[in-house]
């Protein structure tokens, strides 16, 4: 019996791993209705990790059985290989993820905040906190000023730069240090229009993009291919929504990888 026990350990192990990460990819969807990508992806990995755990046998003595056939074997060698690939994709964008969020910027540099959702008048969590990275700043860079880059979504009642605008004058920041671009719908766009303000209003060229800390990396691609001198002032992504965010964000890294 205790050596049976001790056979299943790596089973148990697994299992509770994949329901821990069902619930944590889960969580998004149950307290802001959040489904992306991300957490489906999340989701159908941790579904499989349970299956395995349950099956573990049985899936053994299928491939057992697979593996005595050449086709079997170079099917089975495919997804090994295929599956080690990802693996190492994931571990090479997530080193390009944490070294980008780590990238600081000089002082007295231009802040660009991306926008991101509005619910209501007010920011989500997501967009305050990339306001609280940006304030932080601005406080600490009283010669620096800020563009908030970011439009008016269909189910918006303000543009994400008018709410932006709100949170910060609200918090003290002086409004002569703010600037409104409310065109944009894509990060592309945002850093885009947020360089022709800079070049029309004389700014400090160098930029400071206040984003989430996942999402540095992609932005600063982005600034490069605009020729934009860069850097992150990133804002911490609550633990709840991170695992979501972040596996969405694999997937933005290898399209502007690819494209």
Known sequence: MRKSFYR?????????LGISGAVW??????????????NATGLAVCSAAVIYSLFTKKIHLFLKKLRKHTAGRLVTDAAA???AAILLLVIAETGCMIKAACNTPA??????????KVRGSKPSLILRRRLDAAY???????????????GQGPDEIISEAE????????????????????????TRENLQFSREIIDENHLEP??????????????????ESLELDYAAVPGRTPAYLFASYYVRELYGILYEWIF
Not at 206 to 223: K, L, M, V
């Open 8 to 16: 299943n350990i790596p089973s148990i192990i697994i299992f509770l």
């Open 25 to 38: 990819f889960l969580l998004p969807f149950i307290l802001h209705g959040i489904l992306n990508i991300g």
């Open 81 to 83: 290989v295929g599956a």
């Open 107 to 116: 002082p007295g540099s231009t802040v660009v905040v991306l926008g991101c």
């Open 136 to 150: 932080d700043y601005l406080m600490e860079n009283p010669d620096s000023v800020c563009i908030l880059s970011g």
């Open 163 to 186: 709410c932006m605008y709100r949170y910060l004058t609200e918090k003290g920041i002086d409004p002569d240090r703010l600037y409104q671009e409310e065109r944009s719908t894509s």
């Open 206 to 223: 160098h930029i400071a993009i206040a984003t989430s800390d996942f999402h540095e990396y992609r932005a600063g691609r982005i600034a």
